[in-house]
């Protein structure tokens, strides 16, 4: 069965750079477009970033600059660089497929996916 299995978070101060790991078993990744999502607490699940099946990516406006979204297909593993960390970033971090090859430009933000992992925390604070 589809699975997604996220890892690499943890606590980090402000500044710091932080890799975080989705692998994907249960399907071939090379055809699917993956998104990373984030919840902090009291707020709404955001898009974070997402990657097509050809390489094409997308961020919110908010991490545009400051982190990368690439993929492994070999490794069947996406991942998400997080750059010059601050403590907004501070959240709950999910990695996401509707087993589509493509991001849609204009609703890959929503989360409106059928898989999901389970999490990974992120917390950055000094």
């Known amino acids: 069965q589809v699975q997604l299995v996220e890892s690499g978070g943890g606590l980090v101060q402000p500044g710091d750079n932080l890799r975080l790991s989705c692998a994907a078993s249960g399907f071939t990744l090379d055809y699917y477009a993956i998104g990373w999502f984030r919840q902090a607490p009291g707020k709404q699940r955001e898009g974070v970033a997402c990657?097509?099946?050809?390489?094409?990516?997308y961020y919110t406006d908010s991490v545009k600059g400051r982190f990368t979204i690439s993929r492994d297909n070999a490794k069947s593993t996406v991942y998400l660089q997080m750059n010059s960390l601050n403590p907004e970033d501070t959240a709950v971090y999910y990695c996401?497929?509707?087993?589509?090859?493509?991001?849609?430009?204009?609703?890959?933000?929503?989360?409106?996916?059928?898989?999901w992992g389970q999490g990974t925390q992120v917390t950055v604070s000094s």
């Open positions: 996401a497929t509707d087993l589509r090859p493509d991001c849609d430009p204009n609703s890959w933000y929503q989360g409106g996916y059928d898989y």
């Open positions: 990657i097509s099946s050809d390489g094409s990516t």
